[in-house]
Every structure is written in structure tokens, then in C-alpha cells.
């Protein structure tokens, strides 16, 4: 039995042609060269063909010199100029213009080491895979053939007629053309550039994702997140945890920690936590809602905030239910129980619109729409309130401070009025049609009624407090918007984020990149040298230069090589 197990491993001779040896050289070997056909042997199912083969028949191995092609089936095919091959090991080693040909797909590089009991084979130094799709270059590279699976290593590229792929790592699978890479990558489409440093993609309909230091510059769009998602049938991408979308062409930010970005229809979708910063004045306005879209082209650009919206910059905020501002108009409107804060002063009406000057890029006016009322803490008594009120408030902003404030119809007023001892001289109550308003420092200097005002100062003790309030007052002073960071609510700040891992997939498997890093053995991060145990280690020693010769040699003159015909087995 133990006899028939050792035969079963042996290099078979199928056509020897010439025979000669060379002690000298070429010690215990026997060498055969092609005469009209090439020396072919067969190994466990695979055959090999070459014009001269070195055989080592005790070692069970042999070299393979001159046009060299190993045949596995019908499944592999593989050209070269050497072998070196290792019938205990079934290990080949294969160079000079090697060209591995398996399951539809054509891999070529200058040396290949080709396993036959794993059926894997490997480069150490550049090689080049071709399949019905794509065109994958790398410095190093295994294929697993069962699998049908390929793992690239170090200066990976992929070609493709649609876009180019640049990576440190990546696993490519013949059958779906699924590539799933690790570390720094970089993935150029016609309308797209997909960065991410572990991601899927799938190269047929150029779709994928990210969930690593992910950048997509969409458009005029630059995306970029824990995770994103990309479509390029759909024009479509998502990106989840720590996101920012910014707008290059109006210099706006989204950020949040759900947004979707729909290319074609040139929209942003945001939630969880999101908020739009934009530059006003040399100011930043930050911008928040349950739920932020942006609609439209560059110069005609749509922004919503619904629910729950609030807005922010140094000297102005406010909050609504919901926001709407158009790029073109230059118009933002506050919807639905609105307040903004201008310094010291609380204004609320139906609701409030903020108009920008296009040119200059400015705050230039406000509009109070329906039940109209301003509303300021009294600076020197701290416990009354300045107010005044009517249908509609007219505001007029100047170097961004509101300087002039027009209150008409049904207009009232409850002014503190001081000398310049700040001691208090009365109170003001009046109504009239028409009040204007002058502001200096964010506060009130000037008051002017219009048509019939009807009023007059009291005294403070001739005026009771419930006097001191006009119908409908209300102060939301504890609901004022004081930083930037007062946008959010208890609930945006106490949101834990989910991790991000993708879908079941190999980037998951070790997903955290310290894992990666324990597991030496992942081909990913170490691609091994298969190295055969002695004594077939001499299998893969350097190239001999007289083994160049035995491919061009020619007989010393007056002198007629020693050859004998083989066609069999043969034993030394």
C-alpha cells in the first residue's frame, strides 16, 4: 500500500525525445531535450510540456526550460519560459513572461508560485490580471482558483473603461467582480471620486461603500462620513455617523449623522443632529432642524428645516417649527410660532421673513407678519419689560445691526423712560397707527408715533403691573439661542450613534483594525512565501547560468552529443 502511495506522488514521463546527463552540472539529473515534439510529463492529473527538462527522479522533481506550459484540465492553463517543479509538494515555481490561464481569467506577471494541492497561486513582484470587466494590476498578488477569489496587495490598480480603482488591499471575486478593499483607496469615476480606507464596491454597476475615513466629491458635493453609500445607476449616496456635506459652489456645510445625497436631482436630505452652517457677513449661521433638505441648482438653491428648527450667529437667532430659504429670492422665512433675538430684543409675530441683500451677501431687512410684537428686558430696572406691538413689524438691518424698526397698525407701546442718572422718569404707554423705532447699540434711542397717538408717561407707582403688559405678551427669554451649540436639544446631544460595520461581508470579519493586525496569518495583511520543506527546498534554488545553455547549446566541434531516445518511464 505504502508502495503504491509512493508511486501515486511520482513525475511521470509521457515523452522523453533526447537523453543525455551531465554529472558535472547537473548532478543525479537526467536532462531531455525536443526533438518534433516537446518533452511532456504528467503529475496527478496535470501535464507539463518544455523543450528541456532537468529531471530529478529520486527528489521527484524536475526543471522545465523553453516554452513551457503546464496544463491542469480544462480548468487551468499556465506559459512560461521556466518551472521549477515539486512532485512531493506539488508546488510549482514559474517565470520568465509567465501567463496563468483559469476560470475565465488571464493573470500575468515575470514570476508565479503555483500550488496545486490548494490550488493557489501568488506573485511577490508586479503582476497583471485580466477578466471579462476588468484590468488588475498589483505589486503583490494570490489566487485562490476554487474559490475563484483574488487578493492584491501594495500599489493595487484596476482599469476599467468607467472608472479606475487605486488601493493598498484589496480581495476581488471573479464571479460577482465584488472587490472589498482595506487601508487607503481611491476609486475615480467619470462623475465621482469615491475615497474610503476599507469599503466594498462592486465593479460591474459601479456601486459600493465606505466605513472608514469615507470622502465622495459628488457633483458639486464633497461627502464624507463614518459611512457612505454610493449608487451610480440611481445617482444616489448616503452616509451615516459624523457626517459633513459641503457645498462648494455656495460654501455651505451640512453636517449630521444620516444625510442622503440625490445627484441628479441636485438634493441633500439630513437628519439626526443636522445642521447647516453657511457664511453671512463674515459670520457663520448655523442652521438646524429634525430633518434639513436642499433642493435645487447652485444658483437657485432650496433649504428646509423642519421641526423643531432653530437658527444661529453672533448677534442674531431665533426659532420656528419650521425654515425655508431660497438662494434666489434671498429670502428666509420662519414658519409657524417663530421668535428671533436681535442683542436684547425678542420679536414674535404669525410669522417673520429675513431678507438678504444678493450682491453684497448682507442681512438687510426683517418682515413680522401678523401680531407683530418686540419685547426687551428693561436694562436698568431688570424687572420690566419694553414692548411694543402692532399687525406687521418692519426691520432694517445696517452693517449688520438692525438700526431701524417701522410698527404699523394697531399699534402700542410700554417704553421705561430714565433721565441720565438713570433714575426713571415714567412710563410710556401709547397707541397710535404707527410707531418707528431708531436703534443705537442694539437699543432702543428714538421713538416716533405716527397719526393720533393716544397715551401718556406715568408715574411707576400709577401704574400697576398688571398695566405694564400689552395683551399677548409673552417672554421666551429662557428659550433664547445664546451659542451655537443651544441648536441642539437634550435629545440631539444624548444621541448614541450606531456602529458602523457594513453588510455581511469579508471587510466585517475584522472589522476593528487591531484585529486585523493579531491575525498574522490573514493574506491581506501577509501575504506568506510558500516555502517546501527540505529536501525539496532545492527546487526553487537561483537559476544556473549553464541551465541558459542547455536552451542554446551546441556541440563542441569534431564532437557528437551522447543522446539515447526515450519514451517511457524511466529509471536511473
Given at each position: ?27 543525479g539529473a537526467s536532462i531531455f531535450s ?193 459611512s457612505v453609500y454610493f449608487d451610480k ?340
Amino acid at each position: 500500500m505504502e508502495a503504491d502511495t509512493v508511486a501515486g506522488k511520482r513525475i511521470n514521463i509521457v515523452h522523453g525525445a533526447n537523453f543525455t546527463k551531465d554529472e558535472a552540472q547537473f548532478p543525479g539529473a537526467s536532462i531531455f531535450s525536443k526533438d518534433e515534439r516537446q518533452v511532456q510529463f504528467e503529475h496527478q492529473g496535470a501535464d507539463l510540456w518544455c523543450d528541456i527538462a532537468i529531471f530529478y527522479q529520486k527528489e521527484n522533481r524536475l526543471r522545465a526550460l523553453g516554452n513551457v506550459r503546464l496544463q491542469q484540465g480544462d480548468s487551468v492553463r499556465m506559459t512560461s519560459g521556466k518551472i521549477n517543479y515539486d512532485g512531493e509538494t506539488k508546488l510549482a515555481k514559474a517565470y520568465e513572461d509567465v501567463l496563468l490561464e483559469s476560470n475565465k481569467t488571464t493573470l500575468r506577471t515575470d514570476t508565479l508560485y503555483f500550488n496545486r494541492e490548494k490550488q493557489e497561486s501568488y506573485y511577490l513582484d508586479s503582476g497583471t490580471i485580466i477578466d471579462s470587466v476588468n484590468t488588475l494590476t498589483s505589486r503583490i498578488g494570490r489566487y485562490f482558483m476554487e474559490l475563484k477569489k483574488l487578493q492584491f496587495l501594495d500599489s493595487v490598480h484596476i482599469d476599467n473603461p468607467e472608472y479606475t480603482v487605486d488601493s493598498e488591499r484589496l480581495d476581488y471575486y471573479e464571479t460577482s467582480k465584488n472587490a472589498y478593499m482595506y487601508g487607503p483607496s481611491t476609486i475615480t469615476g467619470n462623475t465621482y471620486t469615491f475615497y474610503f480606507e476599507r469599503g466594498f464596491y462592486d465593479t460591474k454597476v459601479e456601486s459600493g461603500y465606505g466605513i472608514k475615513n469615507t470622502r465622495i466629491d459628488y457633483n458639486d458635493r464633497i461627502v464624507e462620513g463614518d459611512s457612505v453609500y454610493f449608487d451610480k445607476a440611481t445617482e444616489f449616496a448616503s452616509a451615516t455617523n459624523n457626517i459633513t456635506v459641503t457645498d462648494t459652489v455656495n460654501d455651505g456645510v451640512i453636517r449630521a449623522h444620516y444625510a442622503e445625497v440625490f445627484k441628479g436631482k441636485d438634493s441633500v436630505f439630513a437628519t439626526k443632529r443636522a445642521v447647516s452652517i453657511s457664511l453671512v457677513e463674515q459670520d457663520s449661521l448655523y442652521m438646524h432642524g429634525d430633518t434639513l433638505m436642499v433642493t435645487g441648482k447652485p444658483e437657485n438653491r432650496i433649504l428646509r428645516a423642519f421641526h423643531n428648527a432653530k437658527f444661529y450667529k453672533t448677534d442674531l437667532s431665533g426659532k420656528c417649527d419650521s425654515i425655508h430659504s431660497k438662494e434666489k429670492t434671498g429670502i428666509t422665512q420662519l414658519i409657524d410660532n417663530p421668535v428671533i433675538w436681535n442683542a436684547e430684543n425678542q420679536m414674535t409675530g404669525d410669522s417673520i421673513h429675513l431678507l438678504s441683500n444678493k450682491k453684497t451677501e448682507q442681512l438687510d431687512s426683517l418682515k413680522v407678519l401678523n401680531n407683530a410684537f418686540i419685547i426687551s428686558l428693561d436694562s436698568v430696572s431688570m424687572t420690566g419689560y419694553n414692548q411694543a406691538k402692532g399687525i406687521n413689524l418692519y426691520g432694517k438691518f445696517i452693517e449688520n445691526e438692525l438700526k431701524l424698526i417701522d410698527l404699523v397698525q394697531n399699534t402700542e407701546v410700554i417704553y421705561y423712560m430714565y433721565n441720565d442718572d438713570d433714575e426713571l422718569i415714567g412710563i410710556d404707554k401709547t397707541t397710535c397707527s404707527k410707531i418707528s423705532i431708531t436703534m443705537a447699540d442694539n437699543d432702543i434711542e428714538n421713538l416716533t408715533f405716527f397719526t393720533n397717538p393716544e397715551g401718556d408717561i406715568f408715574p411707576e407707582k400709577e401704574l400697576p403691573p398688571e398695566s405694564r403688559k400689552l395683551e399677548g405678551f409673552v417672554w421666551r427669554g429662557d428659550e433664547r439661542i445664546l451659542t451655537k451649540d443651544d441648536i441642539f436639544d437634550e435629545d440631539d446631544n444624548n444621541m448614541v450613534l450606531p456602529i458602523i460595520r457594513g453588510i455581511d461581508n469579508p471587510i466585517d470579519i475584522d472589522a476593528e483594525e487591531e484585529d486585523r493586525e493579531r491575525n498574522a496569518g490573514d493574506p491581506v495583511n501577509r501575504i506568506p512565501i510558500l516555502r517546501p520543506a527540505s529536501p525539496s527546498q532545492a527546487a526553487n534554488r537561483p537559476e544556473k547560468p549553464e541551465e541558459d545553455q542547455l536552451l542554446n547549446q551546441k556541440p563542441k566541434p569534431g564532437e557528437r552529443p551522447k543522446l539515447k531516445k526515450l519514451t517511457t518511464d524511466s529509471k536511473e
